[in-house]
């Protein structure tokens, strides 16, 4: 390309101002497309989420979202709508994503996109953990009634806490997971979930070991006078065992004890014959 030497302010600014249009309107058709991709993805994208959102009401998830305690993390959230419908926003999202990424390629802009493309396959790590947590709901409140129901016909402390303390423990494993697939600082998460199991059963190994030492003495001692009760009727049960064992070979137990005092008795001398 063959350049002129600009001689004046006039002809830098005309330059300049021809340059700029030349570029604008050779943008126009990529800003174009770029309009297009977008309208039309959104438009399919609130179609999808309208379909995803009556085929969750239609199998019911509401009702499974209730019982696993999700509808109330969803509320507790400020989002205004029930459990099918933020799975459906979510699903909304995720192909608006999809859409953008298509549109900012067709407008030149490659690092947006890139970005874009790490959010997105962000999103199905961000579906299993919500899965995972509606599942860990469900198995929680079952544990919890189990656990309950079968204390407090055992008459086993307090139902009412162990039941909480399953359910917790399942609640817990559940966000160790869940957090593990988001890939939210799951090194710092699991170690502090291994400190805090460790603690745990350090406490409760000290709590058994300072406050539990007479309880165990007193085990102790109760299996030490059952074994002293027990001594003498094993004794008798071997003594037994052996008189029949001896019995069985055709000896006598007597004889069998050791040497006794014996006496062999001779048969008398027979008077010398006549002469």
């Known amino acids: 390309m063959v350049t002129t030497p600009v001689t004046s302010w006039g002809e830098a600014l005309l330059t300049s101002l021809a340059a700029a249009l030349a570029l604008f309107l050779g943008a126009i058709p990529k800003i174009i497309g770029f309009a297009v991709i977008l309208i039309i993805g959104w ?3 609130s179609l999808i989420a309208t379909a995803v959102a009556a085929l969750l009401r239609a199998v019911k998830f509401n009702d499974l979202a209730q019982r696993s305690g999700f509808a109330g993390f969803v509320q507790k959230t400020g989002i205004r709508t029930d459990a099918a419908g933020a799975l459906a926003t979510i699903a909304k999202w995720f192909v608006r994503l999809i859409v ?3 549109a900012f390629d067709a407008l030149g802009l490659p690092a947006v996109s890139q970005v874009l493309q790490q959010l997105l396959l962000w999103i199905p790590n961000l579906v299993v953990a919500m899965v995972v947590l509606v599942l860990a709901g ?3 409140n ?6 309950r129901g079968a204390t407090a016909q055992a008459d086993l402390g307090n139902p009412d806490l162990l039941a909480n303390l399953a359910r917790g423990a399942i609640w817990a494993f559940a966000i160790v997971i869940a957090v593990n697939q988001l890939g939210i600082a799951t ?3 699991n170690t502090l979930f291994m400190a805090t199991v460790g603690a745990v059963a350090l406490a409760l190994g000290l ?3 300072l406050g539990g030492r007479e309880t165990a003495a007193q085990i102790v001692a109760a299996w030490y006078r059952q074994s002293q009760q027990a001594a003498p009727k094993l004794m008798q049960a071997a003594d037994a065992a052996q008189q029949q064992a001896l019995a069985s070979d055709g000896r006598s ?9 014996v006496r062999v008795i001779r048969p008398a001398a027979s008077p010398p014959p006549a002469r």
């Open 207 to 209: 709590a058994f070991g």
């Open 142 to 147: 079952a544990v919890h009634a189990l656990v």
């Open 138 to 140: 469900l198995a929680a």
């Open 100 to 102: 953008m990424v298509v």
């Open 253 to 261: 137990p007597a004889l069998q004890d050791g040497p006794s005092d």
């Open 187 to 189: 090194t710092l998460v």
């Open 43 to 45: 438009i399919i994208a």
